[in-house]
């Protein structure tokens, strides 16, 4: 296979792309459980499926903080060589931290092989999902923001003089010049993202005064399915993270009421800072949004961390004070793996019911669980949503005569 190690390569129709193989490391610390740092490496293993490449092994190391050089520990370094070596098939080893630009350079000079943490294979996943002239503008500019402060580990070889007729003297460290380059070129994406953002503004504005309504959640947990099933229009949807990264907006017509309906990116641990702020662009719709419909996969384990993270972004982002109404989908496979078949219905009805009072409870908005593939409980989100929807029609035209 080639050693060539462009990740956000756009693959070309008619040609075979072959699967990269990669293992998987993880750092037990003071911050980090055995048990959160297995959830985090299932999360990055679902990650690098989404990228094109099958994990073959983990390893993990308990350490009281990364070591400075290489991040884990020497016996360790040697044991992943090691394992390396006996399987030529891998070629990359993945990293569930952010990594310096020198450990990065330490790891390729003792593996041989391409290093890659989280931060860069999710920058990774979102160049090749994005479609519009603003999805690739934001995921260049995050890409450059997270290589400029690595570029002194990453390009060591440029740090010389450049020499020559005409270059003699102190002259500009090339890998000043790299800089300079990366510099003017986060200016120039930067100052495009404010043209593509006053293109948005005119958009919106152009819709006139509906109520919107905007889907969130951490990603893949069915939001463009619900899109595609309440707008009766197809969205991309697939069974991978990220599956979508442009915001997405239909109109629809509810019992005579209009409303604007937008799918918007997935929320995930540990996303990017710089990916986080080139999208918040994205983001206005979730800004300028009435409602929200929070999205949580019911069915996974950690649903409530996962919950809990859009939550923290949704407050960075100034909105989580908007009117919310939890939509826990997949409840059909929550059933399957935690309802005994034994059970009555009438049983697992007054459980279901418990649950939803405990969670309305806890986080304090109102809630429906659905099924977005089998169409469950579709008819009672309707419902809950029709009537949040007429209540800020009321609070926004209180005098006029139209009867929502």
């Known amino acids: 296979m080639s050693k060539e190690w462009n990740l956000s390569t756009q693959e070309k129709k008619g040609v075979k792309i072959e699967t990269e193989f990669a293992v998987l490391v993880g750092l037990i610390h003071n911050e980090q459980t055995e048990e959160l740092v297995q959830e985090y490496l ?37 044991e992943i060589g090691e394992y390396i070596e006996k ?83 102190p002259g500009e460290k090339e890998i000043e ?73 239909r109109k629809i017509v509810w019992e005579n009421i209009p409303f604007l309906l937008s799918d918007t990116v997935g929320f995930i641990r540990k996303l990017p800072h710089h990916l986080v702020e080139s999208f918040k662009s994205t983001l206005d719709e979730v800004r300028e949004s009435d409602i929200l419909l929070h999205v949580v996969d019911i069915d996974h384990s950690r649903h409530e961390e996962h919950l809990q993270t859009v939550n923290k972004t949704l407050k960075d982002l100034g909105v989580l004070d908007k009117p919310t109404l939890l939509v826990f989908n997949k409840i059909d496979l929550y059933r399957k793996k935690y309802f005994d078949e034994l059970v009555d219905n009438e049983t697992k009805n007054e459980i279901e019911k418990e649950l939803q ?41 209180p005098y006029q005569a139209k009867r929502w």
């Open 42 to 78: 299932n999360e990055l293993e679902f990650l690098a499926l989404t990228a094109g490449a099958k994990t073959i092994k983990r390893f993990i190391q308990k350490r009281d903080a990364p070591h400075p050089k290489t991040f884990i520990g020497k016996g360790k370094l040697e």
């Open 357 to 397: 009072s405990r969670l309305k409870n806890q986080y304090e908005h109102d809630n429906v669980f659905v099924s977005a593939i089998n169409k469950e409980n579709i008819d009672i989100l309707r419902k809950k949503m029709t009537k949040m929807i007429k209540r800020e029609y009321q609070v926004r035209y």
């Open 177 to 249: 010049t790299d800089r300079r380059i990366v510099r003017d070129k986060i200016s120039v994406l930067k100052k495009q993202l404010e043209k593509i953002d006053r293109q948005a503004i005119t958009q919106r504005k152009n819709r006139g005064q509906m109520i919107r309504v905007a889907l969130v959640g951490y990603t893949n947990v069915g939001k463009s399915t619900l899109m595609n099933l309440m707008s009766k229009s197809e969205v991309f949807a697939e069974n991978k993270l990220f599956a979508t990264l442009d915001t997405t907006v």
């Open 87 to 169: 399987h030529e098939n891998i070629n990359m080893v993945i990293f569930d931290d952010d990594l310096s630009g020198k450990q990065v350079s330490n790891l390729e000079t003792f593996l041989k092989v391409k290093i890659i943490d989280r931060s860069s294979l999710i920058l990774d996943i979102f160049a090749r999902r994005a479609q519009t002239a603003q999805a690739r503008t934001q995921v260049e500019l995050a890409q450059l923001q997270y290589l400029l402060p690595r570029l002194r580990g990453l390009w060591s070889h440029l740090e010389r003089q450049r020499g020559g007729i005409g270059m003699r003297g």
